[in-house]
């Protein structure tokens, strides 16, 4: 028995220090690729070249910045990885018998694309709050929104802002205007299936909702 429990303990050990090593080193060294970026290529039945290049946060639009934190998470500066507020709304409007939404973060999201698979599992969530921890302990802010941006799905086989900017709208993506980044944060519920150009009267829709947010919302600051 002991040695099984000595076994458990220098598993978890060796676990929490390979896992923070893995989150201190992406503090500076870019991320070459991602698991869903396999997975995606591994599950094609005619597997196309990916689409992805890396650039920093400051060669990427304030449009498209803005655009992703007011589609998907708008207490981003300000909340620790996890937004209790929209977790809370999330459970209340499932017990006033509307469909489960998601309340998932920036961070959140980042640490799933990131370190872990995407398929759902109690044990995926845990791990998944258990990176967000990490990251926003270990990162900055601006860090955790240059990964994201330089990592999520936005489009088949499209993953990062410039990949995408340059196939929707054949531009870098620090030239990307408002109208443009807001639709490329529509299709970001499900990036497979919407196009951000030409839009679908959905995604026209929730580009003109994004639109609008971004004009709530005000200037972009890391500061607070």
């Known amino acids: 028995m002991k040695k099984i429990f000595r076994f458990i303990y220098r598993s978890f050990l060796a676990f929490f220090i390979l896992s923070v090593l893995w989150v201190f080193i992406y503090k500076w060294i870019d991320v070459p690729a991602t698991p869903l970026m396999g997975i995606r290529n591994f599950q094609s039945e005619n597997p196309i070249p990916i689409k992805h290049q890396w650039v920093p946060l400051n060669d990427i639009s304030k449009n498209l910045q803005l655009a992703v934190i007011c589609s998907e998470d708008q207490r981003f500066i300000a909340h620790n990885g996890f937004d209790t507020k929209a977790i809370q709304k999330a459970i209340l409007a499932h017990k006033a018998g509307k469909r489960l939404r998601g309340a998932s973060t920036i961070s959140q999201q980042t640490a799933k694309n990131v370190f872990l698979w995407p398929q759902r599992s109690w044990v995926r969530k845990g791990l998944e709050s258990y990176f967000t921890f ?24 499209i993953y990062g802002a410039e990949a995408a900017a340059k196939f929707w709208f054949n531009k870098s993506s620090k030239d990307l205007n408002a109208n443009e980044a807001a639709a490329i944060a529509a299709i970001l519920p499900n990036p497979r299936k919407y196009l951000a150009d030409p839009p679908s009267n959905y995604v026209q829709k929730r580009k003109e909702w994004i639109l609008q947010q971004m004009r709530n919302y005000g200037s972009l600051s890391f500061s607070e």
Request: proline share 0%; charged share 35%; hydrophobic share 40%.
């Open 134 to 157: 990490l990251i926003e302990t270990l990162w900055s802010k601006e860090r955790i929104l240059e990964i994201y941006l330089n990592s999520i799905e936005m489009g088949d086989e």
